[in-house]
């Protein structure tokens, strides 16, 4: 079946620490790639999306993320959060001829200070 | 304030009653989607809209639910005969022609009792 899988469902770590979130997707042909956060209280927000070329993508707040297509995988990183990062980040993905997003279950950060 | 905007924010209704969403997607965007998001899941695709025509429905969308978007413009998602399953979080997300970002609205929250 079609899916997005996040690994991590809870995510704590230490102001400066780094941060790797894990995405993979099974879904083939030709997909668009996105993350999205949701900080406490708010709604979605884009932090970054791949479509082609360049398989590193830089988003807003120092988050990068890289696509690597023979893993199926989409993997959030930021070399040192800030206590302002905690939220939900969800990963999501879109069949280049759909419509819909497809996320996955998302990744609960807390940082602490 | 021109992003996506959503009424109510919190609806209580009571099980069997009938209930009306309303969506304003940011005012250049032709595309409008609903998803829907329960505790602990990432947001779940229920339809699309492309200008008035309503393009696809997915298959979380009973027959109890209806979604029109009769100008083009604001959409309307209602769900009739609600069930305490229905209680989730219903989101409304817009983009342009080219559909490369949703912005989503901020959502609103049904609990059925």
């Known amino acids: 079946a079609q899916s997005v899988s996040q690994h991590n469902h809870h995510v704590i770590l230490s102001e400066a620490a780094s941060l790797e979130l894990g995405c993979n997707y099974s879904y083939g042909g030709t997909v668009n790639l996105f993350w999205y956060v949701q900080y406490p209280g708010q709604h979605l927000q884009l932090l970054l999306k791949y479509f082609s070329g360049d398989p590193l993508v830089k988003g807003i707040k120092g988050f990068e993320a890289e696509f690597i297509k023979s893993k199926f995988s989409f993997n959030l990183r930021k070399p040192s959060v800030q206590w302002s990062d905690t939220a939900e980040y969800f990963c999501a993905v879109k069949i280049n001829s759909g419509y819909a997003l497809n996320f996955g279950k998302g990744t609960s950060l807390l940082v602490t200070p | 304030d021109t992003g996506v905007s959503q009424d109510p924010r919190h609806k209580i209704t009571k099980r069997g009653q009938n209930v009306t969403f309303r969506c304003d997607p940011i005012?250049?965007?032709?595309?409008l989607y609903w998803y829907r998001q329960t505790l602990g899941q990432g947001p779940e695709f229920l339809t699309y809209f492309q200008n008035e025509a309503q393009l696809e429905k997915s298959r979380l969308l009973s027959d109890r639910f209806s979604a029109e978007r009769p100008k083009g413009s604001f959409s309307t998602l209602e769900i009739q005969r609600t069930e305490q399953g229905d209680s989730a979080m219903y989101l409304c997300a817009s983009s342009n022609t080219q559909g490369t970002e949703q912005y989503f609205g901020p959502g609103t929250r049904l609990t059925v009792t």
């Open positions: 005012s250049e965007h032709n595309r």
